[in-house]
């Protein structure tokens, strides 16, 4: 009875310095004549009035109270931000450098189902165009462009990555996108356009006869998708991106893939022959000019990696639950746990046919083992390297590349003999802080 009765004097007398303070009154009376107009049928007079009265009180609290204020704003923009991000929807970036098993991981996520639409390396056009257009590529603007056709695709826009397309695109259609054949998104069905015999499509479906490729029904499919992944090897420093973490469009989730540095310069010896001959000639002399642009390079690439690292790890706010740094050496040695640590990161389920896929392409003996393959007898394929490379070039790269050895937890060798012994590993155990 007296809460009753000091509830009452209470709300009179808020309602005495409101009236005060903005003639509420008169408002919501004036607003009431408007509803009432014979245009507008009339509400259920009482809920009406109860509503503006409500309405009405809201606005001038509101007023009232800065902090108030703040928390309803906050409430548009969460509201604003669930509208543009469609509940739940990912957006994957895999980010990587050429030789670390980015193709193999890329197909944890092209290998997902249908709810996801996968991208293989579509920045290869832009790196391509720039190159072709200065002669070298100027970092920074290659960098802006790649962050600008990154969001693009991850929004289902294609028109930016088009203009990178060499021969342009006509009305969207184009018989040269790179690697079509690796994203399963791009030779689905609904992607599909009828076969037309005598174009030759350099990059054609695999899985089935598709005529060139339409870019306006890639979006359309990429549209219906649930969530949406792009693996790339061209981003240089993740910090880059960070537009893209910020865009309230997207709920980005990068995950950053490394590997042992000595082991993907064995590797890049191997594939890229031609480019890396001065690799080869110095491992034959046994002699390495350490001041050599090659080696400067080396350098630079796995400052970048490091530094990118370093950016992830520390979780500044931008990057908070939106980053995973994710070793080759642990995805070759436990694909299954690994992958599954990986969808929990990214908030999408895990599905059987990822499982069956990671099974039967990870115990997969020799033969099919090409030099891009992703079939490969995974644990095998981590030590191979210490048998390829020579004790000098590993020493060349452990002086060049050493802090980015040591954060990742790659161990240094001091002799020959310990490189090639099978008994020692080189890789620590390490967990790096993600979540
Ligand atoms: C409530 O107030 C807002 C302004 O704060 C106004 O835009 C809206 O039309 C009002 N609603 C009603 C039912 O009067
Ligand atoms: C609302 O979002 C904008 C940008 O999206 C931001 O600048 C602003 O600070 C946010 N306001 C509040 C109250 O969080
Ligand atoms: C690289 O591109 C940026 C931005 O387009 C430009 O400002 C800069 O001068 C360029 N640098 C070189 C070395 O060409
Ligand atoms: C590409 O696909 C769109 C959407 O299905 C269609 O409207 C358009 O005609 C196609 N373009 C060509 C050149 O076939
Ligand atoms: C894969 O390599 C590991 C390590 O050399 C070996 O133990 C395993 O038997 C191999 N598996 C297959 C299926 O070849």
Redesign the pocket.
Known sequence: MRIKYTISIVFFVALVIIEKENNIISRVSDKLTLKQTPQTPLQPSGSSHVLLKHNASFTTLSKLHPAFM?MK??LE?YTQHQELTARGRKHILLLATTRTGSSFVGEFFNQQGNNMFYLFEPLWHVERMLTLETGGTNATAAARAYRDVLQQLLLCDFSLLESFIDPLPVDHVTTGLFRRESSSSLCEESVCSPFVKGVFERYHCRTRRCGPLNLTMASESCLQKEHRAIKSVRVRQLETLRPLAED?RLDVKFIQLVRDPRAVLASRMVAFAAKYKNWKQWAMDGDVPIDDDEVRKLKGNCDNIRMSAEVGLRQPPWLRRRYMLVRYEDIARFPMRKATEMYRFTGIPFTPQVKSWILKNTQASKEASGVYSTQKNSSEQVEKWRFSIPFKIAQVVQKVCGPTLKLFGYKFVNSEEMLTDKSISLIEEKMFNFL
């Open positions: 703040l704003r906050r923009n309230p």
